[in-house]
């Protein structure tokens, strides 16, 4: 408050105008499941709490070479194989509690809250990864586990408490016929859910294992996130995840039919029932194709495309990280200015990205009414729009016969 009397001069600075908004990490992966810790050393055994990974040289330090039975540390080894990216890694094996690892039940996966210190232990740690490190994983993964329907329940929750994406195997041995009726009612795999934040993968993939010196199959999960963290550093996250190499990989667990032209591919089939699967034709190499979550055919909003929830995911995580600057400032109208103004320049930046087509952040009096802000809410209203991916692309080819005219011409 200004003095009551001042003979003199006084400078008052008065702060106006945006801030700037941070994009929130997306290129990072939770994985949850089971590793070897008895082969590691004492100051790295980890037990229900989050790791950060950030190649698999670390992956090795903090959960042991790739042993048979053993989840996580053949899916780091998947993931990194793609290039790169982050992984939150919460092993729930305990070698204290398991006498072996065949012993880890389902429960110990989905996790739970201790009543008593509120520790959070399987995949529910996933919810203190932001505070104890900065950010979330923004794909969750439970390789072999994800294949019982109890766990996709809980990733589900898990991924719309903090939006994420959970990527899901179809279990080994599972027919084509299998994946497209497990979509229905009448299913008895773990694919019957209708979520935007669910990818749905088929068939396994096949890789060489130098151990045993022949053909093993691993999780499709692991390597999908592998790509999707690679294809947010090199392209974006506003980028689909299909038609993109898989590496790594000497085939697939299913030969499935791929022809780009033909609507009765197997391939197309399955991408109809909103399952993500491997495109292999003459000469395309090894290839996800799908653009769509679990949440199509069901729902045919935008949404529904991986790359557009995501990048809303982004979009308004973002933004409302930001506002703790904003909250309890005197509502006046410098402070709704700034607000929109610092939500609009985030927005350009990802137009100018080719994150956005188009967009912006607005305040319409008319949806904030006297009392609403005499009890200090103010609502914003943000509209914008990603790119869809270019799923579909359709000539229409004439035979013009006026055409003709043309001969002897030249």
Known sequence: MPASFLHGVE???????????????????????????????ADY??????????NEADGVKYFGENKSGYTIPQALKAIFAQGSGIVLVVNVFDPNVHTSVSNVSISDINGKIDILTGKRTGMKAFEDCYSMFGFY????????????KAVVTDINTVCNKIRAIGIIDAPVGTTVQDAIVGRGPEGTINFNFASQRLILCYPHLKVYDSATESEILEPYSQRLAGVIAAKD???????????????????VEKQLTSMINDPSSEVNTLNEAGIVTVFNSYGSGLKTWGNRSAAYPSSTLPTNFINVRRTADILHESVEYSMLQFIDHPITNGLIDAICESVNAFIRTLIGRGALIDGKCFYNPDKNPTTEVANGHLLFDIEFMP????????????????????????
């Open 233 to 251: 550093i090199d392209k974006g996250y506003w980028w689909s995840p299909s038609n993109t190499e898989i590496l790594g990989i000497t085939g």
């Open 11 to 41: 400078t008052i600075e008065v702060q106006k105008g945006s801030v700037t908004i941070r994009t929130v990490k997306t290129a990072v992966i939770g994985l949850v499941g089971t590793a070897p810790i008895e082969t590691v050393g």
């Open 45 to 54: 055994k980890t037990i229900n709490k989050p790791v950060l990974i950030l």
């Open 137 to 148: 994983p923004k794909t969750i993964i439970a390789p072999v586990f994800c294949e019982d």
């Open 387 to 410: 790119p869809t991916p270019a799923e579909r692309i359709t000539f229409e080819s004439f035979i013009n016969i006026e055409l003709l005219k043309s001969l002897g011409t030249t």
